[in-house]
């Protein structure tokens, strides 16, 4: 067992006044399998990135291990994946590697492709089962499912928990509950390491925010009564001092000494009143906040929004899928189920009406309006108010439903090609959000948001009802908001 040590850490970009961490102290165990959670902007990657070295900073990072990185940057994707591997894992034997690629479901003929022709979920693969292999290093392994289907993230997972030793940014629950048994979570004032998976966490982080919010109004009203008695004893003392200087014969001793007790008591009520708001200002330092979020979904005039029938997306002269049919009704929301290459993002595209090769019949109701959510946010660029402006959205509500998703009125005033990941895709789900549609279609929607967001998210959509047709593969989301599920099944596979 060694112990990887954090001490006083503190870190601010050069750009930037605000710190990203002040002042941090914590300790892990190089053997734990840590899930490392926290809002979008928090800093996550940032403190991998000072793990590795890359930023001067003050206080002190001490670790008996070498720190590794996921994804690995593979500089000439045209090598055989053997050569990349044999560059991250020199000391690896071929049975290792071959005993790593089973684990992950991958097969062997891999190694004998030119890296850049495995697809994103096999490449996020064998990148894992390459930097497992060289011992005494420990993982910090960034965001591995945004390229996974659903089942690939099982097989990851379940690979995951039978290793020990890294650090795993995550923002899906299920992936996270499956294969970490510690939190290493950023919250708004502090960095803290709790025992156990995500929703142990999640319980007790919950619990917590209750028992302080009770407690901020149970302070509040006690500091409240105490500034009243405060006045009124303080009232009194002046009263009774004031009596002992009127004319007539009066006992001035007794008068001083009752003067004197009320004084005493109002210093006491005084006293008890600062020790309850310093108390108070102790509470909510880490109180995560989701506010509500609206839609204005459009009604339909028909039933029946849209149909596919016997539908197959063709690509390079390839039928992707095997043919499905299915309808979208209205009030419904569906999920396109199915492993990477099958065909859900051209059958989204399709809804669009954009060209995509085709058999088979796509019919759409006559005047649909439909807001679209991509997966890429690369094309991203300047403020938001030029973003709104170019996306005719009003502007004012864009950025109230940006503040209700986390966002710091600084981000306002950055560019977008400046966000997190994270961050650029709350706005194109704000941009969404914003406009009135009759249906609305998801792109894997919650790549790199963050796990407030994504219930936020759920709980519109439980609220609001819109029509919906979306892809995504965080298992808990997809439970929560899809009334209708599409399974779609490789040609010769299903």
């Known amino acids: 067992m060694a112990m990887i040590k954090?001490?006083?850490?503190?870190?601010?970009?050069?750009?930037?006044?605000?710190?990203?961490?002040?002042?941090?102290?914590?300790q892990i165990d190089s053997n734990w399998k840590l899930g490392f959670i926290g809002r979008n902007g928090r800093g996550k990657t940032t403190f991998l990135n000072l793990l590795?070295?890359?930023y001067e900073y003050s206080g002190r990072i001490y670790s008996p291990v070498q720190f590794d990185y996921f994804p690995y940057p593979v500089e000439d994707t045209g090598r055989l994946t053997?050569?990349?591997l044999a560059e991250i894992c020199p000391q690896a034997q071929e049975w290792?590697?071959?005993?790593?690629?089973?684990?992950l479901e991958v097969g062997q003929d891999v190694l004998y492709r030119p890296f850049a022709t495995l697809s994103n979920g096999e490449q996020t693969k064998v990148l894992l089962a390459a930097l497992f292999l060289n011992p005494e290093h420990f993982l910090l392994i960034d965001e591995p499912t945004n390229h996974l289907d659903a089942k690939a993230r099982q097989v990851v997972s379940a690979y995951l928990q039978k290793k020990k030793g890294f650090i795993l940014v995550s923002h899906d629950r299920s992936?996270?509950?499956?294969?970490?048994?510690?939190?290493?979570?950023?919250?708004?004032?502090?960095?803290?390491?709790?025992?156990?998976?995500?929703?142990?966490?999640?319980?007790?982080?919950?619990?917590?925010?209750?028992?302080?919010?009770?407690?901020?109004?149970?302070?509040?009203?006690?500091?409240?009564?105490?500034?009243?008695?405060?006045?009124?004893?303080?009232?009194?003392?002046d009263r009774v001092e004031a009596s002992k200087y009127g004319d007539g014969s009066v006992d001035r001793g007794f008068i001083g000494h009752q003067s004197a007790k009320l004084m005493k008591r109002a210093k006491s009520i005084t006293s008890r009143q600062q020790r309850a708001v310093e108390e108070k200002n102790n509470l909510l330092k880490n109180i995560e906040t989701a506010e509500?979020?609206?839609?204005?979904?459009?009604?339909?005039?028909?039933?029946?929004?849209?149909?596919?029938?016997?539908?197959?997306?063709?690509?390079?002269?390839?039928?992707?899928?095997?043919?499905?049919?299915?309808?979208?009704?209205?009030?419904?929301?569906?999920?396109?189920?199915?492993?990477?290459?099958?065909?859900?993002?051209s059958l989204l595209k399709l809804l669009l009406g954009e060209p995509i090769c085709h058999r088979g019949t796509v019919s759409i109701g006559s005047g649909l309006v439909i807001s679209w959510v991509p997966q890429d946010t690369?094309?991203?660029?300047?403020?938001?108010?030029?973003?709104?402006?170019?996306?005719?959205?009003?502007?004012?509500?864009?950025?109230?439903?940006?503040?209700k998703m986390g966002f710091d009125r600084v981000q306002f005033e950055k560019k977008m090609e400046d966000?997190?990941?994270?961050?650029?895709?709350?706005?194109?789900?704000?941009?969404?959000?914003c406009e009135e549609a009759h249906l609305y279609v998801w792109d894997e929607p919650l790549n790199y948001m963050d796990i407030y967001s994504r219930m936020q998210i759920e709980a519109l959509l439980e609220t609001f009802a819109p029509t919906m047709v979306f892809v995504e593969h965080d298992v808990a989301f997809r439970s929560a908001v899809a009334t209708k599920t599409v399974s779609l099944y490789r040609e010769g596979n299903r």
């Open 175 to 237: 992936f996270l509950d499956g294969c970490v048994d510690h939190i290493l979570s950023i919250n708004r004032s502090n960095i803290e390491v709790q025992r156990g998976n995500f929703s142990s966490w999640f319980l007790n982080f919950s619990r917590q925010q209750e028992f302080e919010l009770a407690q901020n109004v149970k302070l509040k009203k006690e500091i409240a009564h105490l500034q009243n008695a405060a006045r009124r004893t303080g009232a009194w003392s």
């Open 378 to 403: 690369s094309y991203l660029r300047g403020t938001l108010t030029q973003f709104a402006q170019a996306s005719g959205i009003e502007e004012s509500r864009f950025k109230t439903i940006l503040r």
């Open 96 to 103: 290792e590697i071959a005993r790593e690629l089973s684990g």
């Open 82 to 84: 053997e050569e990349v």
């Open 292 to 345: 509500d979020l609206k839609l204005s979904p459009l009604a339909y005039y028909a039933d029946t929004l849209a149909s596919f029938s016997e539908v197959v997306p063709i690509y390079q002269d390839r039928e992707v899928c095997q043919p499905v049919s299915f309808s979208v009704k209205r009030g419904e929301r569906v999920v396109l189920d199915g492993r990477n290459g099958c065909g859900k993002t």
């Open 52 to 54: 590795l070295g890359k």
């Open 419 to 433: 966000f997190s990941q994270g961050q650029k895709k709350k706005v194109l789900i704000a941009k969404s959000l």
């Open 6 to 26: 954090v001490e006083n850490l503190s870190f601010s970009y050069s750009s930037s006044y605000d710190p990203i961490f002040e002042d941090v102290s914590f």
